[in-house]
């Protein structure tokens, strides 16, 4: 009984309690529901990968529940991109969910690089919403183009300061990687010859021009994209003044006091015989006295440089030296001869043949530059300039090379001069002077190299 009545007053109580809270406006009341929308769960399309413009391959899927983690049906779920991708499509904009509180749409992936998203979000929560990311992968390679590298100037025989670099893209201009570029470095080198883009889509090499200036053209080449070959081009200058060479000018003759009738010609080459310009060249006058027009000059843009001599008052032997500071120094020789002792008229006779300017090194097939000059001089060894002389020239040394252009030229004003020569084979030589009734002439010794460049012409 007495447990009866505890009941009856527990439920009096609330009874009470709830007419209670009627009485004073507890009509709106709501009891907890928990038929209303209480999460959003990502079920497919997340974290894929695609190519730019293309629909990925599973759909985004969304479940909505409420709060005991059932499916609710009927409710839209909106799906909008998450910032910009040029071309980038979802669709529908927005879903309802079925009986399984499950929606879908189709994501087609814009056109740039980098990742993308997506957020579903329901409609009219305000909080309830997932995000879905997506990578992007290039699509195949279209086109290549230069990056950097052209328009570069170096030194002849060696490598550019900047490397050649070109970029490979796909047709929305994504970067594309592993794509194999080959390299030609034409009358150069390369290195390496053949390369892969990396992520950047970017490949290079290192381009050495050859040893002669000028200018130069390289190519990257990739099969048939569009763009392909991308040319390059570069100058090659003369390198570092290596020595100074004699041209022409040495072993003349003259009164006294006078000028003599040709100009001192140096030449300031680098190691590969390339003339080097803008150096100073600086005339030392030594025994004899005597003077020069101008104690200092500068190469040109082959390398040469010229004094004009005068020679001393008395006669006999003057030397002259060219120096070119670091680089080495040249001699000149000449005879001053008092009025009366030849001069290429009168009884004097043709003695002798001597080279006024001697070979260069050259390579193969490559005309010998300066011209060779070849004088007859008469005993006394004035200059003769009496009568025209037939000069033949032949090729001697311990190389079998062919000696091309004209070997055969008459003298005019006492000197032959033969511009169009050649060697054809490498090696170490010397050119052979000759005419008839006179004594005979050996040139110095010169190199002719490999057509590629490379070291010297053979073995002395």
């Known amino acids: 009984m007495d447990r009866l009545s505890r009941c009856l007053g527990s439920f009096g109580a609330a009874l009470g309690l709830l007419l209670t809270l009627t009485h004073c406006g507890g009509g709106g009341l709501t009891l907890p529901d928990d038929a209303g929308a209480a999460g959003i769960i990502k079920i497919t399309g997340d974290n894929q990968q695609g190519v730019p413009g293309s629909a990925l391959a599973e759909s985004l899927a969304v479940k909505v529940t409420d709060g005991q983690g059932g499916p609710l049906a009927?409710?839209?779920?909106?799906?909008?991109?998450?910032?910009?991708?040029?071309?980038?499509?979802?669709?529908?904009?927005?879903?309802?969910?079925?009986?399984?509180?499950?929606?879908?749409?189709?994501?087609?992936?814009?056109?740039?690089?980098?990742?993308?998203?997506?957020?579903?979000?329901?409609v009219g929560s305000g909080t309830l919403q997932v995000r879905f990311e997506a990578s992007i992968a290039a699509g195949d390679p279209v086109r290549m183009e230069s990056v950097?590298?052209?328009?570069?100037?170096?030194?002849?025989?060696?490598?550019?300061?900047?490397?050649?670099?070109?970029?490979?893209?796909?047709?929305?201009?994504?970067?594309?990687?592993?794509?194999?570029?080959?390299?030609?470095g034409g009358d150069g080198s390369v290195h390496p010859a053949t390369s892969q883009t990396g992520a950047d889509g970017q490949a290079s090499t290192?381009?050495?021009?050859?040893?002669?200036?000028?200018?130069?053209?390289?190519?990257?080449?990739?099969?048939?994209?569009?763009?392909?070959?991308?040319?390059?081009?570069?100058?090659?200058?003369?390198?570092?003044?290596?020595?100074?060479?004699?041209?022409?000018?040495?072993?003349?003759?003259?009164?006294?006091?006078?000028?003599?009738?040709?100009?001192?010609?140096?030449?300031?080459?680098?190691?590969?015989?390339?003339?080097v310009s803008g150096r100073a060249v600086t005339w030392v006058v030594g025994a004899g006295g005597g003077s020069v027009a101008s104690n200092t000059s500068n190469t040109d843009a082959d390398?040469?440089?010229?004094?004009?001599?005068?020679?001393?008052?008395?006669?006999?032997?003057?030397?002259?030296?060219?120096?070119?500071?670091?680089?080495?120094?040249?001699?000149?020789?000449?005879?001053?001869?008092s009025e009366g002792g030849g001069g290429g008229g009168g009884g004097s006779q043709a003695a002798r043949l001597a080279?006024?300017?001697?070979?260069?090194?050259?390579?193969?097939?490559?005309?010998?530059?300066?011209?060779?000059?070849?004088?007859?001089?008469?005993?006394?060894?004035?200059?003769?300039t009496a009568s025209e002389i037939e000069v033949k020239?032949?090729?001697?040394?311990?190389?079998?090379?062919?000696?091309?252009g004209n070997r055969t030229e008459r003298t005019s004003s006492g000197v032959a001069t033969f511009s169009d020569l050649s060697v054809g084979r490498r090696g170490t030589y010397r050119l052979h002077a000759t005419a008839d009734g006179l004594q005979a002439a050996d040139s110095d010794r010169f190199d002719v190299n490999?057509?590629?460049?490379?070291?010297?012409g053979g073995d002395d």
């Open 355 to 384: 080279f006024l300017s001697q070979p260069s090194d050259t390579r193969e097939d490559n005309r010998i530059s300066p011209p060779v000059v070849v004088m007859v001089l008469d005993a006394q060894g004035n200059r003769f």
């Open 393 to 404: 020239l032949e090729l001697t040394g311990d190389h079998d090379g062919r000696l091309g």
């Open 303 to 337: 390398g040469q440089a010229e004094a004009r001599w005068t020679l001393g008052s008395s006669s006999g032997t003057n030397t002259l030296n060219a120096v070119v500071s670091g680089v080495g120094v040249v001699g000149f020789t000449a005879t001053a001869r």
């Open 206 to 275: 290192t381009w050495t021009l050859g040893s002669s200036t000028g200018s130069y053209t390289a190519t990257a080449s990739s099969g048939s994209l569009d763009g392909s070959p991308v040319r390059f081009g570069a100058t090659a200058v003369a390198g570092s003044a290596d020595r100074l060479v004699q041209v022409s000018g040495n072993n003349q003759s003259g009164n006294p006091g006078a000028e003599l009738a040709e100009p001192l010609v140096v030449r300031l080459v680098d190691r590969d015989g390339n003339g």
């Open 148 to 184: 950097s590298g052209d328009g570069q100037r170096g030194s002849a025989g060696a490598a550019l300061g900047n490397p050649l670099v070109v970029r490979v893209s796909d047709q929305f201009g994504n970067p594309v990687a592993n794509v194999s570029v080959k390299w030609d």
């Open 74 to 122: 009927g409710l839209k779920v909106a799906f909008s991109l998450d910032g910009e991708a040029s071309g980038a499509q979802v669709s529908p904009a927005q879903a309802r969910t079925g009986s399984d509180g499950m929606a879908r749409a189709r994501w087609v992936l814009g056109a740039g690089s980098g990742p993308q998203a997506v957020v579903a979000s329901v």
């Open 450 to 456: 490999s057509k590629r460049g490379g070291g010297g």
